[in-house]
Every structure is written in C-alpha cells, then in structure tokens.
C-alpha cells in the first residue's frame, strides 16, 4: 500500500522560508510525476509545483521565484523549498504521486505565514 509521508510546515512570518518533504513508501514501482498541491480555506486544491522521474519541473505563476520543488529518486522523495513566503501562500500543502497512471495523496501539512 501507497504511503506518502510529509513533514515541514508550520508558522512563519511574512517573507520567511519553509521546507516540506515528502517520502514515498508501501511500493516497489518506478514513481512518475510528484508534487505539491495546496487548499486554502473555501478555496480549491491547486497545483504549486510538480516534476517528472527526469527532474523537468513546474510550478504555478503564483509561486514561480519563491518556490523550488526537486526530488530524489534513490529514496523516493519530493521537496518544495519555499522562500519569501506570503500571507497567500497559507495553506495545507499536501504531497502528490503518481504511480502507473495512479495517484496518491499524503494527509497534508499546514503552512501558517502570518506575523
């Protein structure tokens, strides 16, 4: 079974920095694309940034200059480095794989930017 597990998060003050990492486990496939989503309160959950078993990555204009997103295949981990964080960017990120044309999710974490 699929087990996608996050850790960073928390509260940061405006124009702070975060990192969220993210660990596959539960499965011997080759993982395709991983990413981080987020949902803010009575918003949908959208795309922040994603990348491909080849390292191509994207990230969504709203992040684009402040946020990195890398990955490291040999153990199956995705990470989204966040800098200059804004009030906008709170939110719960949650951690995305996509598995012979499968996707799994992770519970999410919570990312606080406030002063």
């Known amino acids: 079974q699929v087990h996608l597990a996050e850790t960073g998060g928390g509260l940061v003050q405006p124009g702070g920095s975060l990192r969220l990492s993210c660990t596959a486990s539960?499965?011997?496939?080759?993982?395709?694309?991983m990413g981080w989503y987020r949902q803010a309160p009575g918003k949908q959950r959208e795309l922040v940034a994603v990348?491909?078993?080849?390292?191509?990555?994207n990230v969504a204009d709203s992040v684009k200059g402040r946020f990195t997103i890398s990955r490291n295949n040999d153990v199956k981990l995705v990470r989204l480095h966040m800098t200059n964080l804004k009030p906008e960017d709170t939110a719960f990120y949650y951690c995305?794989?996509?598995?012979?044309?499968?996707?799994?999710w992770g519970q999410g974490v919570q990312v606080t930017v406030s002063s």
């Open positions: 539960g499965t011997t496939e080759p993982i395709d694309d």
């Open positions: 990348i491909n078993r080849d390292y191509g990555s």
């Open positions: 995305n794989a996509v598995i012979s044309n499968t996707p799994f």
